[in-house]
């Protein structure tokens, strides 16, 4: 189903805490991104990446952080520092120039 | 810097009737117009694209042109059906960064 899955499909993050959102790509697509979507918005972009480790800061990177050691897996970390961090997270790839495909997303509680 | 501007953010029509959806881009690099609709909690899915080579491409129901001298492009959906009620975005990117950037959507209801 597009190949590229995102997990866990909810989480709940307490305040102060650190976690890890998961998105792995089986399709081998240079490009890879994470969006967030909060209700009856649009996506914004948070990070993307070109390239094996290389990635760029969104329009709102502020309290995120990401690495990208393997071409297939891109996984954020909503660090303490983002003080809104309920939303619903979308993760994309992508060829150069060409369609995005999504994951199914997770969504982030923070309790 | 890159910015896509949406509009209408909701929209409403009647059955079998046309819908259309505006968008205008920043960046005059943008070569990749793709749009997606996205149904109540689920991912967005591609549902027609266009490339800046490209003035107007056409798939059954659904039609988008481009007009790159003015930065705008358009999503057409003839003969509404109810199945078509969803939230749509439009999109722009350019090669040179594989940056996507997302309009802000428009919701598009269906009445019977």
């Known amino acids: 189903d597009g190949g590229i899955t995102q997990s866990p499909k909810y989480l709940f993050r307490k305040e102060g805490q650190n976690v890890t959102l998961s998105c792995e790509q089986n399709?081998?697509?240079?490009?890879m991104y994470w969006y967030r979507q909060d209700p009856g918005q649009g996506l914004r972009l948070i990070y993307y990446?070109?390239?094996?480790?290389?990635?760029q800061k969104g329009d709102i990177a502020e309290g995120y952080s990401v690495s990208r050691e393997k071409k297939e897996s891109f996984p954020l970390t909503v660090t303490s520092a983002q003080k809104n961090p309920t939303a619903f997270y979308l993760c994309a790839s992508s060829p150069r120039d060409g369609e995005a495909f999504f994951g199914q997303g997770t969504r982030l509680t923070v309790v | 810097g890159e910015n896509v501007e949406q509009h209408p953010s909701t929209l409403s029509v009647q059955e079998g009737d046309s819908a259309v959806i505006k968008c205008t881009y920043s960046?005059?690099?943008?070569?990749?117009f793709p749009w997606y609709k996205q149904e109540l909690g689920k991912r967005p899915q591609l549902i027609i694209d266009?490339?800046?080579?490209?003035g107007e491409k056409k798939d059954q129901r659904i039609a988008v042109t481009l007009n790159k001298t003015a930065k705008h492009f358009s999503l057409h959906i003839t003969e509404t059906q109810p199945e078509d009620s969803a939230v749509y975005f439009c999109a722009a990117t350019y090669s040179s960064a594989s940056k996507i950037i997302f309009g802000s959507g428009t919701r598009l209801s269906i009445r019977p």
């Open positions: 399709l081998n697509h240079d490009a």
């Open positions: 266009i490339r800046s080579n490209v």
């Open positions: 990446s070109q390239i094996v480790n290389d990635f």
């Open positions: 960046d005059s690099a943008s070569n990749y």
